[in-house]
């Protein structure tokens, strides 16, 4: 079975820009989670998502938003790139919402903000 | 303002002695613990959970043990091998609000040196 994979992995991009990265869950996942890893750090929570509703938001400004589709897929934009935003960015997919919910990584998309 | 902290950015220790990674909490409204590894270039895997309503769960050569009233969490690897080498995170999660969100730590990273 595939796992969550996301695409591209690589990504350099301009300050101001705008970037859309995607996100697969495993096959019969329906919730869809966003992180953010900066170098040195944990991942942080941006968004989940289950059955294509937003559930929860990390505290992360209005120019990163995202969306969930009917086959579950994801897409997470952010607007008018800042360099803080250089990052690794980790889709995470789980069958529900529940707390306990064990949740699948996929290797992430590197973002380099230049 | 740090939830969920690792002190140790990193640990060595020889193949087959037991590697201990620690974890302290700050907020009394988590009630589920987990610990992810991470390998270079992969996303994060699961690796091992404990509820606040128990003090260790064992899975193999890994136990987790959680002390409550200390707010503080320790990974036990037994015996240690050299494929154990990655990045060690903490991560948490509360009941109520902001139940859909796991709290990481910073990460530890271990090398198992054969």
């Known amino acids: 079975d595939a796992g969550v994979t996301q695409s591209p992995t690589h990504l350099i991009k301009t300050r101001g820009q705008q970037v859309t990265l995607r996100c697969s869950p495993i096959?019969?996942?329906?919730?869809v989670s966003w992180y953010q890893q900066v170098l040195g750090q944990g991942p942080q929570f941006i968004f989940q998502?289950?059955?294509?509703?937003?559930?929860g938001r990390g505290n992360f400004p209005d120019r990163f938003s995202a969306r969930q589709f009917p086959n579950y897929s994801s897409e997470l934009n952010v607007n008018a790139l800042l360099l803080g935003d250089s990052a690794l960015y980790l889709c995470?997919?789980?069958?529900?919402?529940?707390?306990?919910?064990?949740?699948?990584f996929g290797s992430g998309t590197q973002l380099s903000v230049l | 303002d740090q939830q969920v902290k690792q002190n140790s950015p990193s640990l060595s220790v020889q193949e087959g002695r037991i590697s201990i990674l620690n974890c302290d909490y700050t907020n009394s409204m988590f009630d589920y613990f987990l610990w992810y590894k991470k390998y270079p270039a992969e996303g994060p895997t699961f690796l091992i959970s404990?509820?606040?309503?128990?003090d260790k769960n064992e899975d193999g050569r890994f136990t987790v043990f959680l002390n409550k009233s200390a707010k503080h969490l320790s990974l036990h690897i037994v015996p240690s091998q050299p494929g154990d080498s990655a990045v060690y995170f903490c991560a948490a999660i509360g009941s109520g609000a902001g139940s859909y969100q796991l709290t990481f730590g910073k990460g530890t990273k271990l090398s198992v040196i054969p």
């Open positions: 998502y289950y059955e294509k509703e937003e559930r």
């Open positions: 995470a997919s789980s069958l529900w919402t529940a707390g306990n919910e064990k949740l699948f």
């Open positions: 404990i509820s606040s309503i128990k």
């Open positions: 096959s019969g996942h329906k919730s």
